[in-house]
C-alpha cells in the first residue's frame, strides 16, 4: 500500500506543475493531464489486487482496523485523483473551446 500511495504522491506533484498554465501551454497541459489520467486508469489492477491481499490477510482486530483504515485512505485518494483529472481535461477542453 505504501509503493501504491507513493506513486500517487507523485502523480499530485505532476499535476501540481501543470496547475497553473499559461494560454499558450493548454495544448500541452491537456496532454500532460490525459497522460496522467491513463496512468491513473492503468493502475486501477494494482488497486484492485492491494484490495484482493487485504481481504486474505488473516490479522488480530486491532491489526484489521488499522488496515481498513489505511486502505480507505488509500481509496479516498485514488477516487479524488481521478476526479481531479477529469475535471482538469474538462476546463481545459473548455478553454480549447472558446478559444
Same mark, same amino acid.
Given at each position: 500500500?505504501?509503493?501504491?500511495?507513493?506513486?500517487?504522491?507523485? $502523480?499530485?506533484?505532476?499535476?501540481?506543475?501543470?496547475?497553473?498554465?499559461? $494560454?499558450?501551454?493548454?495544448?500541452? &497541459? $491537456?496532454? *500532460?493531464?490525459?497522460?496522467?489520467?491513463?496512468?491513473?486508469?492503468?493502475?486501477?489492477? &494494482?488497486?484492485? &489486487?492491494? !484490495?484482493?491481499?487485504?481481504?486474505?490477510?488473516?490479522?488480530?482486530?486491532?491489526?484489521? *482496523?488499522?488496515?481498513?483504515?489505511? !486502505?480507505?485512505?488509500?481509496?479516498?485518494? !485514488?477516487?479524488?485523483?481521478?476526479?481531479?483529472?477529469?475535471?482538469?481535461?474538462?476546463?481545459?477542453?473548455?478553454?480549447? $473551446?472558446?478559444?
Amino acid at each position: 500500500m505504501d509503493d501504491f500511495d507513493n506513486w500517487m504522491d507523485q $502523480l499530485d506533484t505532476s499535476v501540481g506543475q501543470i496547475d497553473e498554465v499559461t $494560454l499558450a501551454e493548454i495544448d500541452s &497541459a $491537456l496532454q *500532460s493531464v490525459h497522460t496522467l489520467l491513463q496512468e491513473h486508469s492503468e493502475k486501477q489492477p &494494482a488497486f484492485n &489486487a492491494i !484490495y484482493e491481499e487485504v481481504k486474505k490477510l488473516g490479522c488480530s482486530p486491532e491489526e484489521v *482496523s488499522s488496515l481498513n483504515e489505511t !486502505y480507505s485512505k488509500l481509496v479516498t485518494k !485514488y477516487q479524488v485523483q481521478a476526479k481531479l483529472y477529469i475535471s482538469s481535461l474538462f476546463c481545459f477542453n473548455m478553454v480549447l $473551446l472558446s478559444i
